[in-house]
C-alpha cells in the first residue's frame, strides 16, 4: 500500500511514497485543504461553493465532478472516495496529513514534536483567484493554527525551564517571538533563558530590544515585571507570579493557578478570553487578585479554547464550563468555593451551583446574563444581527486593542493598557476560535435554571457597562431566590477596571455567609 502525505502547512503539496506530486490543479489542492481539514466528510455542495463561489449550482457541481476525474487520474490512485452527497479520503489508504499530526501532537503534550511539524503557516503562499469565500476559511483555519503553535511553544518553555534546560527553551521563546514581536513575555522567555545559560551580556541586548520595539511601535514602556529580571533591587510587586499547573478534563488539558493561602476558596470563571500568566503584566488586573487573594485562596484558570488551556473543536457551551470548574476544584482539593463568574463566565458558575449545590459556599456573578441572545420575551441581549455585527468587528480588529471602547471605557488612550490587552488577545485566542466562543455565548440560555439556584448569590453590575446591559443583571437577580443586586456606578464591563471596593465587600460578605 502507497504511503500518501498530505502537507498543508506551508504551501499545499503531496507526496506518495516520499517522492513529490506536481498536481498542476489549484483548486484540487485547495479540494484538498477542504478535505484534510475537516473532521467530517466534506459535503459536495460545500466544496463546490468553495471553490467556484461565483458559478451557479449546474456549473459548480460539474467542475467539481471533473476535478475529481482529473485527481484520480494525476495521482493514478482513489484518494477521494466520493458518494452522491460527501467527499473524503480514501480510509483504506495510508494516508498523513500535517495538520491532523501537529493537533495530535498539541493533544498529547508533545510540544517539542508539535513545533517541529508546524513547518510554516496554514496553505502559506496559497490563493483560489477572486474566491474571497475560501480565503476567509483559510485566514480563520491559518489563525486557529497558529494560536496552536503558540500555546505549545509556551507550554514547552515552560516544561524546558522546569527540567533545567534554558537551551531548549531559548530556541522556543525566539520562534515565539518571530511570531510576534510586540509579545513582552515572549521577550522576557528569551531574557530569562539568556540569563538561566550564564549569557547576561545577551539578556541585556535583549532587554534594551525589547524596550526599543515597544517604544518604537507602540509607545509604552517595559512593565515592571520585565525591568526586574536584570534589576538587583526587589521588585516592587508583593505578590510573585504563581506556577502554571495543569489538570485534563476528559483529555482537555486545563491550565490554573492558585493565590494566597487562605482556608476560603474563591475560583474566578473568566468571559471570552483570558491567558493566566498575562493577567499578571496589567497593573489592575494584578491588584485585583493580590486584593481578593487578601480574604481567600483565588484560583483562576483559563477555560477549554481560550489562554494556555487546550482547544477541542466544539465550543465552550455552559456545560462544559460547568466540567471544567469541577475539574479545577478537585485537582485543588477545594471541597467548596465562592465561585466569581465575569461576564461570559457567569453561566457556566449557573449551571455548576444548580448541579452541584454542595460545593458552592456562595455565587457572585459580575457584569454577566442567562441568556445570550434577545427574544421577545427577553430583550436584555444582542439580536442574532447585532451579534454578527459584533463578531465581524471584534474580528476585523484582532490584533490590536479590540473592542476597549466598549470592555473598558475609562482606559481608552492609556497606551500601556492597549499594548497589554491586544498581546492578550493575540496570545489567549485566534479570531476562528473566539468566533466560536462568542457564538456559543449567543446560544446560552439558563433561564430556567434560576429559580433552583439555593446558594448564596450577589449579582454585581455597573450601570453604564456597554458589553452587557445592567437589566440582564437585574433579571437573573430576580429569578434568583434572595439573590442580592447591587448596582454599581461607572461604564466598565472588566471587574478589575474601577473601584475594586465593592467587589471585595460582596466576596468578604459571601464568605461571612
Not at 483560489?128 to 518553555?157: H, T, V
Not at 473592542?403 to 471605557?409: I, R, S
Amino acid at each position: 500500500m502507497p504511503r500518501i502525505e498530505l502537507f498543508l502547512l506551508g504551501f499545499p503539496s503531496v507526496e506518495i511514497d516520499g517522492k513529490p506530486i506536481e498536481l498542476g490543479l489549484r483548486a484540487g489542492l485547495g479540494l484538498f485543504a477542504l478535505i484534510g481539514d475537516s473532521s467530517a466528510p466534506l459535503s459536495r455542495e460545500k466544496a463546490a461553493t468553495f471553490l467556484w463561489p461565483n458559478a451557479d449550482e449546474v456549473t459548480s457541481r460539474n467542475r467539481l465532478r471533473r476535478l475529481l476525474h482529473k485527481v484520480r487520474v494525476k495521482l493514478g490512485l482513489d484518494l477521494i472516495e466520493a458518494d452522491r452527497y460527501s467527499l473524503r479520503f480514501n480510509p483504506g489508504l495510508d494516508i498523513q496529513i500535517d495538520t491532523q499530526r501537529f493537533t495530535a501532537c498539541c493533544n498529547a503534550g508533545e510540544f517539542d514534536q508539535a513545533a517541529q511539524l508546524y513547518a510554516d503557516d496554514f496553505l502559506s503562499g496559497f490563493t483560489l483567484s477572486d474566491n474571497l469565500d475560501f480565503e476567509e476559511w483559510q485566514f480563520f483555519r491559518r489563525e486557529a493554527y497558529r494560536s496552536q503553535l503558540q500555546q505549545a511553544l509556551e507550554r514547552q518553555i515552560n516544561l524546558s525551564f522546569l527540567a533545567q534546560n534554558p537551551a531548549a527553551a531559548l530556541v522556543c521563546a525566539k520562534r515565539l517571538l518571530a511570531m510576534d514581536p510586540l509579545n513582552e513575555a515572549a521577550h522576557r522567555h528569551v531574557i530569562n533563558a539568556c540569563l538561566k545559560s550564564g549569557d547576561r551580556a545577551a539578556a541585556e541586548r535583549q532587554l534594551e530590544t525589547c524596550a526599543k520595539i515597544l517604544d518604537e511601535e507602540l509607545g509604552v514602556t517595559l512593565s515592571v515585571r520585565t525591568m526586574k529580571l536584570l534589576s538587583n533591587k526587589p521588585a516592587p510587586a508583593p505578590v510573585e507570579v504563581p506556577a502554571t499547573h495543569y489538570t485534563d478534563v476528559d483529555g482537555v488539558f486545563l491550565a490554573y493557578q492558585t493565590i494566597g493561602q487562605k482556608k476560603h476558596d474563591i475560583l474566578l470563571v473568566p468571559g471570552f478570553v483570558s491567558h493566566v500568566e498575562r493577567v499578571w503584566e496589567d497593573r489592575r488586573c494584578r491588584e485585583c487578585i493580590e486584593a481578593l487573594s487578601g480574604i481567600g485562596r483565588v484560583i483562576i484558570f483559563d477555560r477549554r479554547g481560550i489562554g494556555l488551556s487546550d482547544r477541542p473543536d466544539e465550543p465552550p457551551s455552559e456545560e462544559a464550563t460547568a466540567k471544567d470548574i469541577l475539574a479545577v476544584l478537585n485537582a485543588v482539593d477545594s471541597r467548596q468555593a465562592i465561585l466569581f463568574g465575569a461576564s461570559e463566565g457567569g453561566p457556566g458558575c449557573i449551571r455548576f451551583a444548580h448541579d452541584h449545590p454542595g460545593r458552592v459556599k456562595g455565587l457572585l456573578l459580575w457584569g454577566s446574563m442567562a441568556k445570550g441572545c434577545a427574544t421577545k420575551e427577553y430583550p436584555y441581549a444582542l439580536t442574532s444581527d447585532q451579534y454578527a455585527h459584533w463578531i465581524n468587528r471584534l474580528i476585523s480588529d484582532w490584533g490590536g486593542p479590540a473592542e476597549l471602547p466598549t470592555f473598558a471605557p475609562s482606559l481608552v488612550g492609556d497606551r500601556q493598557v492597549e499594548h497589554w490587552w491586544a498581546s492578550l488577545l493575540r496570545s489567549a485566542s485566534s479570531p476562528g476560535a473566539v468566533k466560536r466562543v462568542i457564538q456559543a455565548l449567543r446560544d446560552t440560555d439558563v433561564r430556567s435554571l434560576l429559580p433552583a439556584i439555593s446558594v448564596p448569590t450577589t449579582v454585581l453590575h455597573r450601570k453604564g457597562d456597554r458589553a452587557v446591559h445592567i437589566a440582564a443583571g437585574k433579571f437573573m437577580a430576580g429569578q434568583i431566590p434572595d439573590a442580592k443586586f447591587i448596582g454599581l456606578e461607572g461604564d466598565d464591563h472588566w471587574f478589575w477596571a474601577g473601584d475594586l471596593r465593592p467587589l471585595i465587600k460582596a466576596v468578604a460578605d459571601l464568605i461571612a455567609e
